[in-house]
Nanobody
Framework: QVQLVVSVGGLVQPGGSLRLSCAAS????????MGWYRQAPGKQRELVAL???????DYADFVKGRFTVSRDNAKETVYLQMNSLEPEDTAVYYC?????????WGQGTQVTVSS
């Protein structure tokens, strides 16, 4: 079983930045993809960004140009750099890692964008 440890989110002012990280407990293991989802109150969980083992990246339209997903394969760690944050980005952010037909989820971390 793979455990994913997510960094703490926080409270950020509109226009601010925040970086999330997610480290897998299983090293020297190549995940097919790692990335981030989010869930706002009253809404379904939605994809934010994914990065594959070959560094192909997929972003939700609402974060393109503002968020950047990156991955350190040696450390099996994925990052989410969030810039120009908006109140609409307020949500619980979840990390995920996929391999074959399997997937693991990290604990959610709250990101609140408010003045």
């Amino acid at each position: 079983q793979v455990q994913l440890v997510v960094s703490v989110g926080g409270l950020v002012q509109p226009g601010g930045s925040l970086r999330l990280s997610c480290a897998a407990s299983r090293t020297f293991f190549r995940f097919d993809a790692m990335g981030w989802y989010r869930q706002a109150p009253g809404k379904q969980r939605e994809l934010v960004a994914l990065v594959t083992s070959s560094n192909n990246k997929d972003y939700a339209d609402f974060v393109k140009g503002r968020f950047t997903v990156s991955r350190d394969n040696a450390k099996e760690t994925v990052y989410l750099q969030m810039n120009s944050l908006e109140p609409e980005d307020t949500a619980v952010y979840y990390c995920t890692a996929r391999w074959g037909s399997s997937a693991s989820w990290g604990q959610g971390t709250q990101v609140t964008v408010s003045s």
